[in-house]
């Protein structure tokens, strides 16, 4: 049977985490750390333990907002932002989810936008996701001042090549 550590490494495919030697550059770069209960390097550290559920069950996977100003920081090129897409993934398959029930929901409907067009339609996403969390008026005035200032803009193109998002989607198995 595989350890976690081997798992998280095969899921990454690419540098393997215990390459990290603990400089916390990663961390000292983070703009999410501050509100993570383990920062992004204590988690490689936890999943070395196989310290599975804890990792697995953390908000901090869902606090990561995927900026990758780790990986840029990184003097060993590991993919942090990588890491903890596949630990939101596993949480997910593992029936786990997110500590913050909407975290998820936002998540689900960003997906499923991508899935639809192959990129974000912000007003299509915006929908969705009120849809799905039920908080269906909050920031409302403040989408009404960004698409009056042309921030949000109703129509985005689809990406053309829409076989590639559906093999990746394929491949990559449910949101
Ligand atoms: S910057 Fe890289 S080597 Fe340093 S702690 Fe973070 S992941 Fe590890
Ligand atoms: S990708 Fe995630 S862990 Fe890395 S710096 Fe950005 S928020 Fe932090």
Redesign the pocket.
């Known amino acids: 049977m595989k350890t976690f550590l081997e798992e998280v490494n095969e899921q990454i495919n690419g540098v393997p985490i215990q390459r990290c030697y603990h400089c916390r550059k ?1 961390t000292a ?5 501050v509100a993570m209960e383990h920062n ?1 390097n204590r988690i490689i550290k936890m999943i070395q333990m196989g310290r599975r559920e804890e990792v697995l069950a953390s908000a901090t996977i869902w ?9 840029t920081r990184c003097p060993n090129e590991v993919d ?2 990588r890491m ?1 897409d596949v630990l939101r993934q596993m949480a997910i398959e593992k029936g786990i989810g997110a500590k913050e029930k909407n975290v998820l929901r936002f998540h689900e409907a960003f997906l499923a936008n991508i899935r639809m067009g192959g990129r974000i339609n912000e007003p299509a996403l915006m929908v969705h996701y009120k849809l799905k969390s039920g908080d269906l008026f909050s920031d409302m005035v403040m989408g009404i001042d960004m698409f009056r200032k042309g921030k949000l803009s109703l129509i985005s193109p689809r990406t053309k090549d829409m076989q590639s998002v559906r093999r990746i989607f394929e491949k990559t198995g449910p949101v």
């Open positions: 990663c770069g983070c703009p999410m750390a992004p606090l990561c907002v995927s900026c990758e100003t780790c990986i942090i932002a903890m």
